[in-house]
């Protein structure tokens, strides 16, 4: 050991070094830099394939005849349903729903599985209603782009503006994206949804012919539980069976499917955004995915309160038009300047040998 780390440090040295680390401390909490994002590349890609995929939805809807209304979608993406359709099930924002229209929120879904840690080949089990496709389109590019592997379970019922309009669910618009090859993923079921996930719509129950086709015409299971509870289990079951031998490593809930959120107080609790252990516990067999899956150890991403997610990743609200690629805060984070900390090290250091100098 050195000779001067053996002397006693003057009181005034004490002080002196203290103030050079709390001022250290402060300099470097205070001159902060924004840098890219570590998922940066990633995050870029996944936004420029949803903004791929939203160009192909508009003229898919076009060609299918069905008009886009340039006041309820300035932004022309086609993902803005109608107010009131059979298919609604409940009331929702249109400000939220073009807000998720925006491609960040791939970027945003890549920020929070490269937080993860997930690898290619990772299973992400999805929970999505009709309430938000593009929440649902954004959750796939980011998982295409990632090389991950997407469960997805939908429900056909949606709230206000949603993928509302029967030939234009979120199945036929996946269909065409995998038909033009921009994505790969299937559903793997598909359920009525709407109150207890069962069909009940805003004003009436809405007819399970609709849902029963697409079952037939795409070729996916349908799901027509007779309880909520049953609902539950059974789609625990289907993605279970679907990642087989490997391990569900997360799972995404989109809007507010009964069987995702349950019919406990304890879903309103939920917090929205990437949770690795829920805050709220939920008992009894109504209690939804979201707690299913959290008590089992899997971390969930429940994307609601949308406006309040693009607040908190500085993306607009309702944008018009949507912003390029790779602007917003969800492509950064803070960064430090090593150099600061570095130097507060070195300052110490000097004091602590001159000091230990003169009592030799």
Known sequence: MYKWVRGRLAEKTLVLITAVILGGVGATEHFTMT?????????????????????????????LGIPINPQLDPNATGLIGEEITELTT?????????????PAFAALMVAYFHQLGL???????????GSFPALLLATLAAAQVLELRPLVIYSVGSSTYGANIPGFTFVEMLDHLN????LTCRILAVSPGGDLDQAVGLFQPFTLAEVARLGEQYGVQVILAESLAESIQTRLRIYQQAAGNATIKCFVN???AAPNLGETAAALRFPSGLTRRA???ATGPERGLLFEFSELG???INLLNIKGLAVENGLPIDPYPLPPVGSGGVYYVVGYRKELPLVTILLVWLLIRKNGAQKR
């Open 254 to 256: 989109i809007g507010g």
């Open 179 to 182: 038909r033009q090859g921009i």
């Open 90 to 102: 409940s009331l929702g924002s249109l400000e939220a729903k073009r807000t998720a229209t925006n």
């Open 279 to 281: 805050p709220v516990q």
């Open 298 to 300: 899997v971390p969930v």
């Open 119 to 129: 690898a290619e080949g990772d299973v992400v089990a999805i929970g999505a209603s």
């Open 35 to 63: 840098v890219r994002h570590p998922a940066f590349a990633e995050q870029v890609a996944a936004a420029r394939l949803m903004g791929e995929a939203l160009e192909a939805l508009s003229e898919f809807r076009r060609e």
